[in-house]
């Protein structure tokens, strides 16, 4: 999966590539996995060269989108620290109906640096207990959803909300936005903007 996250990578785009290798991010993958929702933030983090990769609750297989086949590279029980948490939107009963992800999700969200989640992965985290306290956005079919966890300020508006810990983000394209603030935020404006140069995406 690493390598089709960067097929083609400039050394360095950022020009933070010290800090950033420092860094692990994890993307989380399962079955009914919303294709753009982990590509998008795969991209930035991949060009931004961080160091990627996929984890799932077992190295099986799962389909994507109804078509791409993703062999994760790490299972739950195996992978390695983690810096930076994705979690996509998609069929995202597949994380929180499952108790083994959603103990792991607690657990590695409470060590990780940052935790960004797209689309309806913020229903995983709002079922985690995560964001009470907190402001948070996801798409606007799961605005609804959402809406249910009283402890949560739901701001549909807007594209990304950073709580600091916790970063959520509206659906599908929007994570490419709240990866580029991540890495802003961590590398600076400079390797943001280097970076949504080299995608050819508008940026801020």
């Not at 860094?23 to 160091?51: K, Q, S, T, W």
């Not at 590695?108 to 797209?118: G, I, K, N, P, W």
């Not at 995560?130 to 402001?135: A, H, I, Q, S």
């Not at 490419?176 to 970076?195: M, T």
């Amino acid at each position: 999966m690493r390598a089709i996250l960067a097929i083609v990578i400039v050394a360095g785009v950022g020009g933070s590539a010290v800090g950033a290798q420092q860094r692990n991010v994890a993307i989380v993958v399962y079955p009914g996995v919303e294709l753009l929702d982990f590509a998008g933030p795969g991209e930035v983090f991949a060009a931004a060269d961080f160091n990627v990769f996929t984890v799932a609750a077992t190295k099986d297989p799962i389909v994507s989108q109804g078509f791409l086949r993703i062999t994760p590279e790490h299972a739950i029980a195996d992978a390695p620290k983690i810096d930076i948490l994705v979690i996509p939107g998609g069929h995202a009963a597949s994380l929180y109906d499952d108790p083994k992800m959603m103990a792991w999700l607690k657990t590695r969200v409470a060590a990780t640096e940052l935790t960004m989640s797209v689309c309806n992965g913020a229903v995983v985290l709002a079922r985690a207990g995560l964001l009470d306290g907190l402001r948070a956005t996801s798409h606007y079919g799961a605005i609804a959803a959402l809406k249910k966890f009283p402890r949560i300020t739901v701001v549909p508006e807007e594209r990304f909300v950073d709580n600091g810990h916790i970063v959520t983000t509206q659906g599908v394209s929007a994570g490419i936005d709240g990866a580029l603030h991540v890495v802003e935020r961590l590398l600076g404006a400079n390797s943001a903007r280097e970076v949504a140069h080299y995608m050819m995406y508008r940026w801020p």
